[in-house]
């Protein structure tokens, strides 16, 4: 099982808005650490979408947006289009294992 | 920067996965970079594996540190990974990535499937 914990599904209609949370424990994000989201199409590469909580890469549109609360985080998407259509996951570091740990992914459907 | 994973489709159980990612556009010995190893399973769950630091010093998942070697050959900008005593359990697509001093991961190859058979 993995350590962070996602939704397995999350839905909506194009240009709706969707949330997926992400929920750890006191040795990593409640600890303090970073979280950090991948936006995964199968057979391609894992893409980084947010990095430290709040900040996009270059080139992800600001329909994508990272936010952090104690233990808790999530990720917004807004005016969802068909190509959002992905896996979805957030990762953290973790002093227990002292390396990164994954959420269990989200599977977005675009109705 | 950009990496590629390279090795076996196919290993038999008890046997050693040798995986490599060759590095371009970038040096793996300088940077603050965790040149990393990060394997999905079947099922969708990723698990991290491991990194070298551009260093040289190596940092394990305990789950696999007993069976785990990751090494590196800068003057072939590459890294690599032994995982021996394999079992079906090993089975997964095996990415190599570059970690962040913040601890994510800003560059994927496009992973390798390994299949470990009986």
């Known amino acids: 099982h993995s350590v962070l914990t996602q939704p397995p599904s999350v839905s909506g209609a194009p240009g709706q808005r969707v949330t997926i949370s992400c929920t750890g424990t006191?040795?990593?994000?409640?600890?303090?650490?970073?979280v950090h989201w991948y936006q995964h199409l199968p057979g391609t590469a894992p893409k980084l979408l947010i990095y430290?909580?709040?900040y996009r890469p270059s080139g992800v549109p600001d329909r994508f947006s990272g936010s952090k609360s104690g233990a808790s985080t999530s990720l917004a998407i807004t005016g969802l289009l068909a190509e959002d259509e992905a896996d979805y996951y957030c990762?953290?570091?973790?002093?227990?294992?002292?390396?990164?740990?994954f959420g269990g992914g989200t599977k977005l459907t675009v109705l | 920067v950009q990496l590629q994973e390279s090795g076996p489709g196919l290993v038999k159980s008890s046997q050693t996965v040798s995986l490599t990612c060759t590095v371009s556009?970038?040096?793996?010995?300088?940077?603050?970079?965790?040149w990393t190893w990060i394997r999905q399973y079947p099922g969708k769950g990723l698990e991290w594996i491991g990194y070298i630091y551009y260093s040289g010093s190596t940092y394990y998942n305990p789950s696999l540190k007993s069976r785990l070697t990751i090494s590196r050959d800068t003057s072939k900008s590459q890294f690599s990974l032994n995982l021996r005593s394999v079992t079906a359990a090993d089975t997964a697509v095996y990415y190599c990535?570059?970690?962040?001093?913040?601890?994510?991961?800003?560059?994927w190859g496009q992973g390798t499937l390994v299949t470990v058979s009986s």
């Open positions: 006191n040795s990593n994000i409640g600890a303090g650490y970073d």
């Open positions: 990762q953290s570091f973790d002093t227990s294992l002292s390396g990164w740990v």
């Open positions: 556009g970038g040096s793996i010995n300088s940077g603050g970079y965790y």
């Open positions: 990535a570059r970690g962040d001093g913040y601890n994510y991961a800003d560059k």
């Open positions: 430290r909580n709040t």
